[in-house]
């Protein structure tokens, strides 16, 4: 059974860091696409990161060049840096791995596995 497990969050004050991870277990992701969503009180989840089987990252608008997405396939787990961390920033943060090895889209119907997710929040 696939099992996505998120740590990292926290409380932050604006301008911090914080690093989140998701330890995948269950299934090997190696030739999947792993990412990163989150979800504000009161709004949809949205997309925030996304990596490739070959490492390429996408990111939203929002967080390009604050935001890093990195993945470790021998650990099976994703990383999301996350610099200059802003009030807009808070949210509950969830992994997602697709289920389909070799796609990946922005959109949450792609993704089948998810993570029970991790607060961030950031004050201001």
């Known amino acids: 059974q696939v099992q996505l497990v998120e740590s990292g969050g926290g409380l932050v004050q604006a301008g911090g860091s914080l690093r989140l991870s998701c330890a995948a277990s269950?299934?090997?992701?190696?030739?999947?696409?792993m990412g990163w969503f989150r979800q504000a009180p009161g709004k949809d989840r949205e997309f925030v990161a996304a990596i490739t089987w070959i490492r390429d990252g996408y990111y939203t608008d929002s967080v390009k060049g604050r935001f890093t997405i990195s993945r470790d396939n021998a650990k099976n787990t994703v990383y999301l840096q996350m610099n200059n961390l802003k009030p807009e920033d808070t949210a509950v943060y969830y992994c997602a791995v697709p289920g389909r090895a070799t796609t990946w889209s922005t959109q949450t119907y792609t993704y089948t596995y998810w993570g029970q997710g991790t607060q961030v929040t950031v004050s201001s």
């Open positions: 269950g299934r090997t992701f190696s030739t999947y696409a």
